[in-house]
Structure formats: structure tokens, C-alpha cells
């Protein structure tokens, strides 16, 4: 059985108790910032060193890269007018009847136009009265603004008291979330926003002022019960990213249920999720009274942008090989590799190194603000290509990443095909329309079997790529 499932990652994630000093608590405390400090220089000659070596690199780099997978605003105008695309709109922020604060902050932003999920939910989530919604949306469609702007029109900056909740199942997500909050929220300061993260150590007895709080839902529910820093009864909105997991047996759902509990009958639910497993589906139909339905048919689910590929190995050491192979390809722009157990994630890091590659690896070992200090120096391009177990499987929304390697198909506790990880591995590429590679290690005749169920689900072809041919990735990447 897998010793680093989801549910498992995530508790230990929990647990885990920082060292860090109590975290600033307004709206803009700058918090990645200030987690990522210790990491930041560490390596700088490193890096400085390894950049002008790895020229030739570079101007592929610019070629690929810049010309066609990042700098593609042009082409997400063109999906945003494509009925087809799940950028498409039809609305501006305008006629979405935003505060004019909020309308500054998504400007400031870089939007231009709502996407799909955002012009659809958005008037669901702003009606009075204020109507439930479980939606589902494509991986790096704007779910978080959505929600965020659900959050910040709906708060009463006069009153100095948590209004609306967010849980998410990572502390790296919470965080994430929080950064969208401050960047939106920016011409709004009169509203606050708090973070219910292990490492925001709080004193019993003090009270929480902010109207917004996002946060794991152990500390969420160690900040009602047994710090009493804010009142359940007070909150009006509820938000669970990332919900099928939040809700899922396998996932968090004696907590999140156990804070359901606590608010009022009458509190705004909003689910959002890029993937709903049945059961789930239903099960979230049951908690959630009355509410409005945003899904997506099944083929919808993947996303065109994102080309899917496997590769054919015989062993562990065969798919190490392939991956060195793929290296510079990696670096062109950014990777991230999922294993299936932090074991076989910490042997492929040490076997890299060892071969003279740059690789972070974002392990369950690390204190909680050494996992931030790696994904903020992932995110700011220091580290290129990230080696990762499914705790970064969901909603880490880091826009150079344009390929995603599969060392391991993602399996649930039973060692069956886990679809819903799969999807959400892959769709840490491919953001907001931009093209991304996903590529699958298969070893064996059971994986062979689960990647042709993965194929099966989505009925979406993957197809063979021979590590050989560089050219290959060029084309593909064209
Ligand atoms: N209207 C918009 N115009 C341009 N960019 C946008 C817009 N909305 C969101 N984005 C950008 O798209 C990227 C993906 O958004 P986000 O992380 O919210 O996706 P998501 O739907 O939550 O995906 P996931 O299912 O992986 O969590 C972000 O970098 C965000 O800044
Ligand atoms: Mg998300």
C-alpha cells in the first residue's frame, strides 16, 4: 500500500508544527515572502553559475517558451471569443456588477476578460439571496478568482469579525489562495484577511479581526474550538476548494463536516473542484442544500491544451534514465515530477544530483516552511524542475510549467487508477490556456493496465513519445 497517499501526506502536513514565529496577520503580509526568506540566497552563486552554463538552453528556451507556451496572451483572447474553450466568455468584469475596488484589483491583475467559470458562477455567487453552488471547472480555469471575488464582495468591512471561510487541504494551497486575496483585495483595505495555518502560531483568548480566513481545517477547527479565536455562527460564506477531496471519505471529511456543523444553517456554501467522483458528487448534493450545478461532461474534463504522452520503460532505473533524457527539455522551461511515495521521490532527487541535475524535492520531511521556501523558489524560476508526491498534486498554480512527468501513475489505497490525481497532476501545466506536455512512465503490465484505464476514463488518447528524439519535445512544444 502507497506510505504517502493523499490523506496520509496531508495529516503529516498538519501535524507538522513550524518553528516560525507567529505570522503577521493583515492583509498583505507579504507571507511567502517572508516563509521563503531562509531559502532565497542559499544558492544564489549556484544558480548564477548554472545559468550562464546552460546557455544553449536558453535560446531554446526562448524560442519555445516564450514564443509559444508562456507569452500567449494573444491566444487567450482568441479561446476567450472560442464557444468551445472553457476561457470563453461572453460578459466583461463589468457586467458582472463588482464593487469598482474589486474591478481595480482584477485589472491590476493582468485580466482582461472572465473566464467561463468566472462569468457563470460569479452572478450565482453574488445573487441575493445568496444561492449554494457545487462547480466544477477545468484545472487552471480562474477558479480561485471566482471565489475570491465571491468572498470579497460579500464581506461587511465594518464589522471587525471572520465573514467568509476558505479551506483548503494543503497549507502550500492556503497560502496560494491568500497571495490571490491580497492581489484582488489590494484597492480594498479596509477588509482583512487572516490565515488558519499551522505555522500562524495564535495566543488563546485574542480575537480574530479579519473578515476573510483561509486555512487548513485542523487549524480551522483548533481556531473555533480550542482557541476560541473566532465565531463559527458569524460566518456567512464557506468555500471549500479543492471539494471532492475536502468531502471525500479518503480525504478530509470528518473535519470539514465537523466545521460544517458549527456554522449557520443559512451559511453561503460554495464547492469548486476540477474533478467530482461520482459518490462524491452525490454526497455533496446531500450536504449542500438547494444548491446551483456547474458540471462538466466527462470528455470536457481534459483539456486539449495539455498533450498527453507515456513512455514505455522496463525498470526504475530504465524511467531514470528516461527522465535524465528529458532533462534539458525540462529546463527549457519548468517540470514537475510526481512519485508515488516520498521514498521513490528522495532516490530519483539523490539519483539526479548525483548526475549533475538541479532538482528540488518537495518532501513530507521538510518543516512546513521549508515546503513554502521550495515552492516559492519554484515559483520565482530558481529551481526548474520539482520532484513531488501527490501533496502538490492540486491547485499549486505556477504558470512556467509546461511539462508534468507522471515516474509513477497516480493509484489510490487500493492500487487502483486514481483518474481524479491524474487529472489534477497534469493540470499543474497547461494553465489558463497555455500548451503543456504531460508525460507518463510505464514499466510494467499493471501500468500499462492503468494508464489504458486512465486512457479508457477520459477517452482522451496518449500517445508514445520516444525519449530519443529531442526534436520530438520541439515539436510538440511548436
Ligand atoms: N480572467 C482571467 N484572465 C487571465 N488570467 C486569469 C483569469 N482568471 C484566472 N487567471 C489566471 O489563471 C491561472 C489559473 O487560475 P487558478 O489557479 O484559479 O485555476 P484553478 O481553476 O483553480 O485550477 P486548479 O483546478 O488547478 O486549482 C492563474 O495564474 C490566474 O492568475
Ligand atoms: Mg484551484
Not at 143 to 154: D, E, G, H, I
Not at 380 to 401: H, Y
Request: hydrophobic share 40%.
Amino acid at each position: 500500500m502507497a506510505t504517502d497517499s493523499w490523506a496520509l501526506c496531508v495529516d503529516e502536513q498538519e501535524e507538522t508544527c513550524g518553528t516560525m514565529e507567529t505570522l503577521q496577520i493583515s492583509r498583505r503580509p507579504a507571507v511567502t515572502s517572508v516563509l521563503a526568506k531562509s531559502g532565497k540566497d542559499q544558492n544564489k552563486s549556484d544558480e548564477e553559475e548554472e545559468e550562464e552554463e546552460d546557455k544553449a538552453a536558453q535560446s531554446l528556451h526562448n524560442k519555445l517558451i516564450r514564443n509559444k507556451l508562456v507569452n500567449n496572451s494573444f491566444k487567450v483572447e482568441i479561446l476567450q471569443r472560442d464557444p468551445n474553450s472553457p476561457l470563453y466568455s461572453v460578459k466583461t468584469f463589468e457586467e458582472l456588477h463588482l464593487k469598482p475596488q474589486l474591478l481595480h484589483g482584477v485589472y491590476a491583475m493582468g485580466f482582461n476578460r472572465p473566464s467561463k467559470i468566472q462569468e457563470t458562477a460569479l452572478p450565482m455567487m453574488l445573487a441575493e439571496p445568496p444561492q449554494n453552488l457545487i462547480a466544477q471547472s477545468q484545472s487552471g480555469t480562474g477558479k480561485t478568482a471566482a471565489f475570491v471575488l465571491a468572498m470579497l464582495s460579500n464581506v461587511n468591512p465594518d464589522n471587525k469579525w471572520p465573514q467568509c471561510l476558505c479551506i483548503s487541504p494543503t497549507y502550500e494551497l492556503a497560502l496560494q489562495t491568500g497571495k490571490v486575496v491580497e492581489q484582488m483585495g489590494q484597492f480594498y483595505p479596509e477588509v482583512k484577511l487572516a490565515y488558519a495555518i499551522r505555522a500562524n502560531k495564535m495566543q488563546k483568548g485574542s480575537k480574530i479581526q479579519a473578515q476573510i480566513v483561509i486555512g487548513t481545517p485542523g487549524t480551522v477547527l483548533d481556531w473555533f474550538n480550542k482557541l476560541r479565536l473566532m465565531d463559527p455562527k458569524m460566518i456567512r460564506v464557506f468555500v471549500l476548494d479543492e471539494a471532492d477531496i475536502m468531502i471525500a471519505t479518503s480525504g478530509h471529511q470528518d473535519q470539514s463536516l465537523r466545521i460544517h456543523r458549527m456554522l449557520p444553517k443559512d451559511c453561503h456554501m460554495l464547492l469548486f473542484s476540477a474533478t467530482f467522483e461520482e459518490s462524491v458528487w452525490s454526497f455533496a448534493e446531500r450536504v449542500v442544500p438547494d444548491p446551483n450545478i456547474i458540471r462538466l461532461k466527462r470528455e470536457e474534463e481534459t483539456l486539449d491544451n495539455i498533450k498527453q504522452y507515456y513512455i514505455f520503460c522496463r525498470n526504475k532505473e530504465d524511467k531514470f534514465t528516461a527522465v535524465c533524457n528529458l532533462y534539458g527539455a525540462m529546463t527549457i522551461a519548468q517540470a514537475i515530477i510526481f512519485c508515488h511515495t516520498r521514498r521513490i521521490a528522495a532516490w530519483l532527487a539523490g539519483q539526479m544530483s548525483k548526475e549533475g541535475h538541479q532538482v528540488a524535492l518537495l518532501s513530507g520531511e521538510l518543516a512546513v516552511e521549508q515546503r513554502a521556501a521550495v515552492i516559492e523558489r519554484f515559483r520565482e524560476g530558481k529551481e526548474k524542475v520539482l520532484i513531488a508526491t501527490n501533496v502538490c498534486s492540486r491547485g499549486i498554480d505556477v504558470e512556467q510549467v509546461s511539462v508534468v512527468i507522471n515516474f509513477d501513475l497516480p493509484l489510490d489505497k487500493d492500487g487502483n487508477p486514481d483518474n481524479e490525481t491524474y487529472l489534477h497532476r497534469i493540470g499543474r501545466t497547461g494553465r489558463f490556456g497555455k500548451r503543456g506536455l504531460a508525460i507518463n512512465m510505464v514499466e510494467n503490465e499493471h501500468s500499462v493496465e492503468v494508464l489504458k484505464a486512465i486512457e479508457k476514463h477520459f477517452n482522451k488518447m496518449i500517445s508514445k513519445l520516444d525519449t530519443d528524439d529531442l526534436n520530438e519535445l520541439e515539436k510538440i512544444a511548436n
